[in-house]
T-cell receptor, first 116, second 117 residues
Framework: DADVTQTPRNRITKTGKRIMLECSQT?????MYWYRQDPGLGLRLIYY???????NKGEISDGYSVSRQAQAKFSLSLESAIPNQTALYFC???????????????FGPGTRLTVL | AQTVTQSQPEMSVQEAETVTLSCTYD???????LFWYKQPPSRQMILVIR??????QNATENRFSVNFQKAAKSFSLKISDSQLGDAAMYFC??????????????FGKGTKLSVKP
């Protein structure tokens, strides 16, 4: 079984709808991340969480919110989806490495979201 | 703020040949990590190789190696004996070791590699 899972894998929705993307991990990592990938732009960080009580905005957090329900679960919500939020969304996790330095990030399989 | 630049949007290589993908970055920090990730058509992000800035020796993983030039802020990926399965998007990424955002990855825009049989 995959260490980092995302649901759904694909979603088509309409403008104005509320959407939740879910991420679960079995790696036991404290740190979790949400990225967005657009063609030609690489991956950009939306939100990140160091633990259940510590959530931080990334580079492009406007229009998004997150919830860290447990160490293993980190959800991304689009309260009112708009077409320019059409993208590929990735969840990632990492552990605390040696001397408190964050370790390598491991990615989920991605969720392709289309907003019509 | 740190930036990562991949100047080659697309590259092509003949099967069994060698190809080098370029990456440059901008930072004022002295310690950091650099990564290459591969994204095949399945869209999964796969870690290819990583380099710690404090290490002078270039990282190597089987057919994949890097040329890390710290002074020039350059981090290129060399793929030897290219295989059809190497066809993918390749992303270069930077990670700071300091500050509240340490651990977050900053990605380049990617290079699409095609492998010709």
């Amino acid at each position: 079984d995959a260490d980092v899972t995302q649901t759904p894998r694909n979603r088509i929705t309409k403008t104005g709808k509320r959407i939740m993307l879910e991420c679960s991990q079995t790696k036991g990592h404290d740190r979790m991340y949400w990225y967005r990938q657009d063609p030609g732009l690489g991956l950009r960080l939306i939100y990140y969480s160091f633990d259940v009580k510590d959530i931080n905005k990334g580079e492009i957090s406007d229009g998004y919110s997150v919830s860290r329900q447990a160490q293993a679960k980190f959800s991304l919500s689009l309260e009112s989806a708009i077409p320019n939020q059409t993208a590929l969304y990735f969840c990632a996790t990492s552990d605390w490495g040696l001397a408190g330095v964050a370790d390598t990030q491991y990615f989920g399989p991605g969720t392709r979201l289309t907003v019509l | 703020a740190q930036t990562v630049t991949q100047s080659q949007p697309e590259m092509s290589v003949q099967e069994a040949e060698t190809v080098t993908l370029s990456c440059t970055y901008d930072t004022s920090e002295s310690d950091y990590y650099l990564f290459w990730y591969k994204q095949p058509p399945s869209r999964q992000m796969i870690l290819v190789i990583r380099q710690e800035a404090y290490k002078q020796q270039n990282a190597t993983e089987n057919r994949f190696s890097v040329n890390f030039q710290k002074a020039a802020k350059s981090f290129s990926l060399k793929i030897s004996d290219s295989q059809l399965g190497d066809a993918a998007m390749y992303f270069c990424a930077y990670r700071s070791l300091y500050g509240g955002s340490q651990g977050n990855l900053i990605f380049g825009k990617g290079t699409k590699l095609s492998v010709k049989p």
